[in-house]
Each structure stands twice: as structure tokens, then as C-alpha cells.
Nanobody, 123 residues
Framework: QVQLVESGGGWVQAGGSLRLSCAAS????????MGWFRQAPGKEREFVATISRYGSSTYYTDSVKGRFTISRDNAKNTVYLQMNSLKPEDTAVYYCAARPFTTDQAPAGYEYWGQGTQVTVSS
């Protein structure tokens, strides 16, 4: 069992930055690839970014490439999402998720999910 708790969401003006954190507890954090997903009102949950177990590989959805950076600190059991140049269309609830061993962009492959943190970007 892995418990995930996100933090760092909030309100920001367009062009601003936020850093999300996701603290994990439970089984060995380094056994899991980690992902960030988001869900806007009335829309399906969508992939944002994923990082491999030791951070050697990262993948992003096209709309956030060059603006968002995913990273992890296995010593602190934490994964981060640095979000720069935020746009109103980035407004959503952001979730972190854990998947055994390999990265994937599909939500269905992730076994554990956090409760989500709201990010609101005003124009």
C-alpha cells in the first residue's frame, strides 16, 4: 500500500509559477514510477507528466512541454511538478499517482492516487 499526499496548489495569475509536491509513504518509493495527471471541470482526467523510478526518464504531454518539469527525490519519498508560465487552461485539480516499475501515460496503469490539489490560473 502506498499513500500519496499532494500539496502546493493554489491561485496564480497567468504567467506565474507553482510547485506541486507529492509525499509518499508506505512501500519502497523507488519501486514506483510516478505520474502527474489533471482534471478540469467537465473533462476527463488527462496525463501531464511521468518520471521513471530513479528519475532517468521523463515524459510530458505536448501542452506542457517546456513549461512544466517533473522531478523526484527518492531520499525524501517525494515527487515534484514545477509549473512555469502558467495559462488559464492549466486550471484543474492535479493528482499524483504511483505505478509499479514502468512509466505510462494511461491513468489505468496507476495503482495509487492522491486526493488532488486545486490549481487555478486567472487571466
Amino acid at each position: 500500500q502506498v499513500q500519496l499526499v499532494e500539496s502546493g496548489g493554489g491561485w496564480v495569475q497567468a504567467g506565474g509559477s507553482l510547485r506541486l509536491s507529492c509525499a509518499a509513504s508506505g512501500r519502497a518509493f523507488s519501486n514506483y514510477a510516478m505520474g502527474w495527471f489533471r482534471q478540469a471541470p467537465g473533462k476527463e482526467r488527462e496525463f501531464v507528466a511521468t518520471i521513471s523510478r530513479y528519475g532517468s526518464s521523463t515524459y510530458y504531454t505536448d501542452s506542457v512541454k517546456g513549461r512544466f518539469t517533473i522531478s523526484r527525490d527518492n531520499a525524501k519519498n517525494t515527487v515534484y511538478l514545477q509549473m512555469n508560465s502558467l495559462k488559464p487552461e492549466d486550471t484543474a485539480v492535479y493528482y499524483c499517482a504511483a505505478r509499479p516499475f514502468t512509466t505510462d501515460q494511461a491513468p489505468a496503469g496507476y495503482e495509487y492516487w492522491g486526493q488532488g490539489t486545486q490549481v487555478t490560473v486567472s487571466s
